[in-house]
């Protein structure tokens, strides 16, 4: 079975841009969760999304924004780019979503804005 | 308010060493569930052990062995005769599943240990 994959890897953009990266989950899989990794924050929860309905959202401003289509893959925008929002973004899927579940992690998105 | 402490930023160890990882949480829930992650130089996180809170029993998987305790609100994390692949940045997480955060994948991390691990 394939993990989840993240595309693109890597990512170079100018402040005030916007960025879209994807995810696509393991086959079968209903719910996907989104997190910023940064040296000074860590890991921080974005969203989640639970058969294309955003089930719950982190402590972050409205340029950050998801959605999840009918066959569960996700995007994660980004508007007006600022240079905080440089870090690795991480997409995890689990089956039915749910605070038992282990989630599955794809290689990240490491953005860079200059 | 829920947190997840990891005291440790970074241990050096020497091969075959035995090196145990602090987790400390918080939460208001009485049903919780608790994580570890390994994360490799390669930036994907991998999923280690899963607890749920009604369950204190240790466990032990090969050279990797988990001590909970509820009273200490404490998840320590035990790898016996560490390898240099063992070397990582490991997370310890927590997930909620009270009545409002029951059908939630959110997961609220430490900070991370960096573990190196010397030949």
């Known amino acids: 079975k394939a993990g989840v994959t993240q595309t693109p890897r890597y990512l170079i953009k100018t402040r005030g841009q916007q960025v879209t990266l994807s995810c696509s989950p393991i086959?079968?899989?209903?719910?996907v969760s989104w997190y910023q990794q940064t040296p000074g924050q860590g890991l921080q929860f974005l969203f989640e999304?639970?058969?294309?309905?955003?089930?719950n959202k982190g402590n972050f401003p409205g340029r950050f924004s998801g959605r999840q289509f009918s066959n569960s893959r996700s995007e994660m925008n980004v508007s007006t780019l600022e240079l905080g929002d440089s870090a690795l973004y991480l997409c995890?899927?689990?089956?039915?979503?749910?605070?038992?579940?282990?989630?599955?992690f794809g290689p990240g998105t490491r953005l860079t804005v200059l | 308010a829920q947190k997840v402490t990891q005291a440790q930023t970074e241990i050096s160890v020497v091969e075959k060493e035995d090196v145990t990882l602090d987790c400390v949480y918080e939460?208001?829930?009485?049903?919780?569930?608790l994580f570890w992650y390994k994360q490799p130089p390669s930036g994907e996180l991998v999923f280690l052990i899963r607890?749920?809170?009604?369950?204190?029993q240790n466990e032990i998987s090969g050279r990797y062995s988990w001590n909970f305790q509820k009273s200490t609100s404490s998840f320590n994390f035990t790898i016996t005769a560490s390898q240099v692949v063992d070397s990582a940045v490991y997370f310890c997480a927590l997930s909620e599943a009270g009545l409002i955060s029951y059908n939630t994948d959110k997961l609220i991390f430490g900070t991370g240990t960096r573990l190196q691990v010397f030949p």
């Open positions: 607890r749920n809170s009604f369950d204190e």
């Open positions: 995890a899927s689990s089956s039915t979503g749910g605070s038992y579940n282990e989630q599955f």
């Open positions: 999304y639970f058969s294309e309905t955003q089930r």
């Open positions: 086959s079968g899989h209903r719910s």
């Open positions: 939460t208001r829930d009485t049903t919780y569930y």
